[in-house]
């Protein structure tokens, strides 16, 4: 049972900031290990600055082998070393209207190295209306919420920005947010709460 209003392929590719995504796509072997539904996959710039890769893998179910894949175990198995890991309070800004500012998102804050390049990841899990940075409270609330509620679907997303040389990790932490804002609000249509 699908439980989404739109299909990534309906996720704009042009976002308030400047932001202008090009879309790309996983390589079929790749799609036949993840054994997703749906995915977002696309590279957002926006003039002066390095780019944002956004990455989406979307589960209508979770069970029997299909669910997200933690970039904790990815990322290594691409060859990257990961430098350090720990959540990371992402602050919102309120949406227009709002009486109040959003509560920050907590997400899983890695830096990441191969040879000389260095990245900045963001990821986190949204699973049926919450945002998680755990992997075990992720499949604890596919257990029982799929007691309960009858539903296990969910979504890992992702936000990596490379470090330039000699770029202050904070100012990769300001792009990653400031793109995050934007996405934010869009995340309902495509990962249902």
Same mark, same amino acid.
């Given at each position: 049972? /699908?439980?989404?209003?739109?299909? $990534?392929?309906?996720?704009?590719?042009?976002?308030?900031?400047?932001?202008?995504?090009?879309?790309?796509?996983?390589?079929?072997?790749?799609? !036949?290990?993840? !054994?997703?539904?749906? $995915?977002? /996959?696309?590279? $957002?710039?926006?003039?002066?600055?390095?780019?944002?890769?956004? @990455?989406? !893998?979307? @589960?209508?179910?979770?069970?029997?082998?299909?669910?997200?894949?933690?970039?904790?175990?990815?990322?290594?198995?691409?060859?990257?070393?990961?430098?350090?890991?720990?959540?990371?309070?992402?602050?919102?800004?309120?949406? !227009?209207?709002?009486?109040?500012?959003?509560?920050?998102?907590?997400?899983?804050?890695?830096?990441?190295?191969?040879?000389?390049? +260095?990245?900045?990841? $963001? @990821?986190?899990?949204?699973?049926?209306?919450?945002?998680?940075?755990?992997?075990?409270?992720?499949?604890? @609330?596919?257990?029982?919420?799929?007691?309960?509620?009858?539903?296990?679907?969910?979504?890992?997303?992702?936000?990596?920005?490379?470090?330039?040389?000699?770029?202050?990790?904070? +100012?990769?932490?300001?792009?990653?947010?400031?793109?995050?804002?934007?996405?934010?609000?869009?995340?309902?249509?495509?990962?249902?709460?």
């Amino acid at each position: 049972m /699908l439980f989404r209003s739109q299909a $990534y392929a309906e996720f704009p590719l042009a976002l308030d900031g400047g932001w202008r995504g090009r879309p790309d796509h996983l390589a079929p072997d790749v799609l !036949a290990i993840l !054994a997703l539904d749906d $995915y977002l /996959l696309a590279d $957002y710039t926006r003039p002066g600055e390095p780019p944002v890769n956004f @990455y989406s !893998a979307y @589960y209508a179910t979770q069970s029997g082998g299909g669910s997200s894949h933690s970039p904790r175990t990815c990322i290594p198995g691409g060859g990257w070393a990961m430098t350090a890991l720990e959540e990371h309070a992402v602050a919102l800004p309120a949406a !227009a209207g709002a009486a109040a500012p959003l509560p920050p998102l907590r997400v899983n804050r890695a830096l990441i190295q191969k040879g000389e390049q +260095r990245q900045l990841v $963001y @990821y986190w899990f949204r699973q049926r209306g919450r945002s998680l940075t755990d992997e075990y409270a992720v499949k604890w @609330y596919i257990l029982s919420d799929g007691i309960a509620r009858n539903r296990s679907d969910g979504a890992l997303l992702r936000l990596v920005t490379p470090i330039a040389p000699g770029e202050d990790p904070a +100012r990769a932490d300001r792009r990653l947010a400031e793109f995050l804002a934007q996405v934010q609000p869009l995340l309902p249509a495509f990962v249902p709460d």
